[in-house]
């Protein structure tokens, strides 16, 4: 009979992972889990307010050309700005959002136009923090799959780079680890 590989999650990640095993010269049966009801994962367009197609997640694949020139402004804001109005207990609302992307916008580009369109997006832990000993810690995992030979690879965001590259290639590796080709190769 021949050998079934299981993905956990059609993200980027598990995409890559699902191409590169089916693409083998003798290539498992592959069967993805997806939780959700898209595939993409993080990678999602929606069209707004008006028609305007806006990326919630990576922007950095839009296409060049016409369709490029006419992509939206993407402003992200998080980090210990996020925190620091958390901390002073401010009510995250979408306009006060919006108004700081707008000030960021025109002092950081002196875009001062309001925009003509606009979706703001409240997206809480979704791109993965590594703590300092991630590396550690992932090589720790790995041996132990590793010494008790549980059929088990990790690939993904959490693990080796959050950029979309990143994933797409720990997709590949992990494939090639369950069809036990070099990595590398
Ligand atoms: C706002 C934002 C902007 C970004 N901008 C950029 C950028 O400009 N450039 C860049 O390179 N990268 C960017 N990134 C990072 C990049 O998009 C992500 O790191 C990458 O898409 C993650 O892919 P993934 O497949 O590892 O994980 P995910 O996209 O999180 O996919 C995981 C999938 O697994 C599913 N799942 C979870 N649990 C289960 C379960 N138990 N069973 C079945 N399915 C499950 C989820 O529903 C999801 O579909 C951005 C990310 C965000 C959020």
């Known amino acids: ?107 950081q580009l002196g875009l001062k136009e309001p925009p003509s369109h606009c979706l703001v997006h409240l997206h809480k832990n979704c791109i993965p923090q590594y703590t300092l000993g991630h590396w550690q810690k992932l090589e720790a995992a790995t041996q132990f799959l590793a010494s008790q030979r549980l059929p088990l690879t990790l690939a993904g965001a959490s693990y080796e780079g959050v950029a979309v590259n990143d994933c797409i290639e720990s997709g590949r590796q992990a494939a090639a680890r369950v069809l036990g080709s070099e990595p590398n190769s």
Do not use: D, N
Not at 66 to 86: D, F, I, K, Y
């Open 1 to 107: 009979m021949g050998r079934t590989v299981v993905v956990l999650g059609g993200g980027i990640s598990g995409l890559a992972a699902s191409y590169h095993l089916s693409r083998a010269p003798c290539p498992p049966k592959v069967v993805l889990v997806e939780a959700s009801e898209r595939l993409g994962g993080w990678i999602r367009s929606v069209r707004g307010p008006g028609g305007a197609i806006f990326e919630l997640g990576p922007r950095g694949i839009r296409p060049a050309g016409a369709l490029g020139a006419r992509t939206l402004l993407l402003v992200m804001l998080g980090g210990s700005w996020l925190q620091t109005l958390e901390a002073r207990g401010a009510v995250l609302s979408q306009e006060l959002l919006q108004q700081q992307a707008q000030e960021a916008a025109a002092t």
